[in-house]
């Protein structure tokens, strides 16, 4: 089996990776299998089920978290002996933990959020409007607008957050130090 990790926190081109890989699937008339969508059934129990008349098939697991370790372990001592392709989706980094508990041989494409809107994130505070502006400006550019408000919504949630309840933020100590 072929086994292809998608994350990052630039969860619009990683979204739009997955959705690639479905569209193609469905092109070249594969079944595709949402591991995630029918619980009732264990991630082993999901790869190795037989299929009635599709020869290839994409399974697409969407939520990697909810998977016990036991079955990651498994996924990787047998990965090699199952037929199909299997896409993990993640809307985030995942931790080195996950990393190294899927099969060697996986193909991980980490998709990153640009710098420059981290630059025009963090140039976003009082008397500083020219510089924020022209980031703005730049950013827009290359992403959508609607993606930039929603970061910038997100960052000035976490800017209030700070100065309100340090405690009840759940971020690693760089960041709260970084958004004081």
Known sequence: MKTILLHGDYT?????????????????????????????????????????????????????????????????????????????????????????????????????????IFAFLDSFFPKNSKKALELFHQVSEKEPVEFILALLARHLRDLYWVKVDVKGLNYPSWRISKLK
């Open 12 to 116: 619009q081109a990683s979204y739009e990776r997955l959705q690639k890989f479905i569209k193609v699937a469905k092109k070249r008339g594969w079944e595709i299998q949402r591991i995630n969508s029918n619980k009732s059934l264990s991630l082993p129990e999901a790869l190795t089920s037989a299929a009635l008349f599709a020869s290839n098939r994409l399974f697409v697991l969407e939520d990697v978290r909810s998977i016990k370790k036991q079955e990651l372990d498994w996924l990787a001592k047998k990965s090699v002996k199952i037929e199909g392709n299997l896409v993990i989706y993640h809307g985030g980094f995942l931790p080195q933990t996950i990393l190294k508990s899927l099969p060697k041989d996986t193909k991980i494409e980490e998709f990153k959020l640009p710098r420059l």
